[in-house]
């Protein structure tokens, strides 16, 4: 063990001493019970994996008779969303499976979770009675046909970055307030000759639920429409061709990047990080994953986040790494007792310096590490009603895929705005249809 994780499971000590049943459910003494092994796979980098590694001994220290078998699976969440998926008909999977969240209704529509619904219900009420707005999230983003499969591990959403440094050099006191504003102030901010973008909105070139959700569906519903709703049989609807509210925003986007020439180029969009960090970026979109990130990586970076910029609406996503668990496993109770505690208040609040995405308990705001202008910047967004959880149905990952290979073609200028969309509309309808 690590001295910096032994020095953390001290600090932690008192709590442990006034709540011994912290971690767990009605557990037998020691040396009465037979011990069970747990495996969970996890994806996590250099910052974040200790915490995986200190959140699991305080459980197993709670918990005597489970011993947790902890798997840092190497790679992306692409990388672990193909090998889950791969896996599971060869047995090949643990008993918890921390993924992003995007995958719980594609693993629970082929039958690979285990129903959570009744261990929830018993929860809801005590130990996960976060607030009304966790509830809510629970049982929208983190169900499937009215059944509970999975906890979230934090929660992230975006909101606008920027560098105050670069601000006060531009006489800019305030975030943008509209759409109009956020332009207006990226041409302000833009320096081609010192290589300075005014603007960088995430990403360009991901062919992910990620890519669509931050260079269609926020704009679009910003824009006062959306390109899906839900039927009332439950299966999904995309209205993307023609769609004017994201003809809206995709004329805007181009605009800014081709005729403004104030956001970041999309041939430049690997680099972001490190332009971010080096004061060639004044805005860009800002979720608490950025905040852990920058702290390590450029602790010298001088900036805050603001509301999103309105044009109807400042619409953010809620998204979040989900834990799940084997629809197989063996050992459920000790498997929801792990992932139930990962998301309890106390939990969390260990979590919290490791990772950037704020915890779920809104209690834990007022923990040290939150107190961050970044994260406040966050949680004033979260307090909007515009910020909602994600529409997520089965076949997602494959549907929004084709849908942003479509939206690729237009911010690359490779095909105009009406085609794109109409291209994009084929390529989910098309999608859908395979899932039948």
Not at 132 to 141: D, L, Q, S, V, Y
Not at 224 to 241: H, L, Q, R, V
Not at 250 to 257: E, N, T
Not at 302 to 308: A, D, E, F, P, W
């Amino acid at each position: 063990m690590s001295n910096f994780r032994m020095v953390m499971l001290l600090l932690i000590g008192f709590v442990l001493a006034v709540t011994p049943a912290l971690a767990g459910g009605a557990k037998e003494e020691a040396g009465t019970a037979k011990q069970t092994n747990i495996s969970v796979w996890v994806q996590a980098d250099a910052v974040r994996y200790p915490g995986f590694e200190l959140v699991s001994d305080v459980f197993e220290k709670t918990n005597p008779n489970v011993t947790v078998e902890l798997t840092n699976v190497p790679g992306g969440w692409g990388d672990l969303y193909r090998k889950l998926l791969a896996g599971y008909v060869g047995g090949q999977w643990p008993d918890v499976v921390y993924a992003k969240g995007y995958a719980l209704n594609e693993f629970a529509s082929r039958g690979m979770l285990y129903d959570l619904t009744p261990y929830w219900k018993q929860a809801k009420d005590g130990e996960l009675n976060a607030s009304p707005n966790f509830a809510r999230n629970i049982e929208t983003g983190y169900s499937f046909k009215g059944k509970v499969y999975g906890l979230p591990r934090g929660q992230y959403w975006f909101a606008l970055g920027y560098n105050l440094d670069l601000f006060k050099e531009a006489g800019l006191s305030k975030a943008p307030d509209t759409w109009q504003e956020l332009q207006e102030y990226a041409v302000k901010l833009t320096d081609k000759g010192k290589k300075m973008y005014g603007f960088a909105p995430y990403t360009y070139t991901r062919v992910d639920s990620t890519f669509v959700e931050v260079m269609l569906d926020i704009w679009t519903e910003q824009a006062g429409g959306s390109i899906m709703n839900t039927k009332a049989d439950g299966t999904p609807e995309y209205t993307i061709a023609g769609n004017p509210q994201s003809k809206e925003a995709l004329q805007y986007i181009l605009d800014s990047v081709y005729n403004k020439a104030c956001w970041l180029d999309p041939e430049l969009e690997q680099s972001t990080s490190d332009m971010i960090y080096n004061n060639q970026i004044a805005m860009w979109w800002n979720h608490g994953g950025h905040v852990s990130r920058y702290a390590k990586a450029a602790p010298s970076l001088n900036y805050t986040v603001g509301l999103m910029p309105k044009n109807k609406t400042r619409r953010a996503y809620i998204a979040s790494q989900a834990w799940m668990i084997n629809g197989k496993t063996k050992n459920p109770n000790q498997a929801w007792e792990y992932i139930k505690w990962f998301t309890s208040r106390e939990g969390e609040a260990m979590f919290a310096p490791f990772e950037g995405h704020v915890s779920v308990w809104e209690q834990n705001w007022t923990l040290p590490v939150y107190k961050h202008p970044g994260y406040q910047g966050l949680i004033n967004q979260l307090k909007l009603q515009d910020t909602k959880p994600f529409q997520i149905h089965p076949g997602w990952v494959a549907v929004r895929a084709g849908i942003a290979r479509e939206i690729q073609k237009i911010l690359f200028k490779k095909t105009s705005i009406d085609e794109g969309l109409a291209a994009a509309q084929k390529a989910a309808e098309k999608e859908l249809a395979d899932l039948k």
